[in-house]
């Protein structure tokens, strides 16, 4: 059952670098003097690149993404392969977990100083049933851990679907500590995903890859409903295109094979009818000498 392809959640600082001269920016991989302050300062070494990890000046490290919107987002969350286990616990959703050249979570705590320390904006990109669907919020802010890294967002736009309405002013559950409302169970044990659970949820994107079991899966309501998930990735896609190429190119050269193979053949006849001709003029000079 096609579903989710990828997921991303990005995040923009639209108002950090407005003041900020071109020589304080970090391009391809010139060495600058400023370190940048946010992934609004990076700049991708060329047309092709999306993403790139950069060092901040309060040293946190980010995968920006470069091109999405003249580019300025962080990456907080990416799946896009399903070989990354998301049911972690409550430190490991504080300070993150997998890799940049992979799927990870960029991890609550650091997700909270980016979002208190200026305005940001929340965009979360995907895939489903070979259509690109996006949303994306206006205002994002994690809070604290004290406030059980609780969620502020609004100012829905996209084709999405507004899930995450559902989810504002909700506070973070884990499968080891749940702060959802609903009595009697813990919403991240019962759909398999971590996430700002009221009683349960409309967004699951931290949840089980590729089931398609009730709520479980890689779900944004709206679109996906609660039965559809992720079953194929990013790189798969780019894996069928390649193998695309491949089988074009091998078809070419079986033609050109074909032709090559059609021409010599075509010479070859040629050769023969000519030593052929040659047979006949000779034979008919020798009848010429011999009625003489």
């Excluded at 967004?203 to 559809?228: E, M, Q, Y």
Aim: glycine share 6%.
């Amino acid at each position: 059952m096609a579903a989710l392809q990828y997921v991303c959640l990005l995040l923009l600082a639209p108002v950090i670098l407005a003041m900020v001269p071109d020589d304080g920016i970090c391009v391809a991989k010139v060495v600058c003097d400023k370190t940048p302050k946010s992934c609004k300062d990076v700049k991708g070494d060329d047309a092709h690149t999306v993403y790139k990890t950069a060092m901040m000046d309060d040293g946190m490290d980010m995968l920006c993404d470069t091109q999405l919107d003249n580019g300025g987002w962080t990456v907080i969350q990416r799946r896009t392969k399903g070989d990354l286990d998301f049911n972690r616990n409550w430190d490991e959703y504080k300070y993150g977990f997998g890799s940049y050249d992979g799927d990870f979570w960029y991890g609550l705590e650091r997700i909270h100083k980016l979002t208190t320390k200026s305005h940001h904006e929340l965009y979360v990109s995907f895939d489903h049933e070979g259509k690109s669907y996006y949303a994306r919020y206006s205002h994002f802010q994690v809070m604290s851990e004290v406030e059980q890294y609780k969620l502020k967002i609004s100012g829905y736009k996209g084709n999405a679907g507004d899930a995450m309405k559902y989810h504002a002013n909700a506070k973070f559950t884990t499968k080891d500590r749940d702060n959802d409302v609903r009595s009697g169970n813990n919403c991240a044990v019962l759909y398999h995903g971590a996430w700002w659970h009221v009683s349960c949820h409309q967004a699951n994107l931290n949840g089980l890859w590729g089931s398609t079991d009730f709520g479980k899966g890689l779900n944004w309501k709206p679109t996906t409903t609660h039965n559809k998930s992720a079953t194929k990735t990013l790189k798969e896609k780019e894996k069928k295109k390649k193998k695309k190429k491949k089988k074009k190119k091998k078809k070419k050269k079986k033609k050109k094979k074909k032709k090559k193979k059609k021409k010599k053949k075509k010479k070859k006849k040629k050769k023969e009818e000519e030593e052929e001709e040659e047979e006949e003029d000779q034979e008919e000079e020798e009848e010429e000498e011999e009625e003489e």
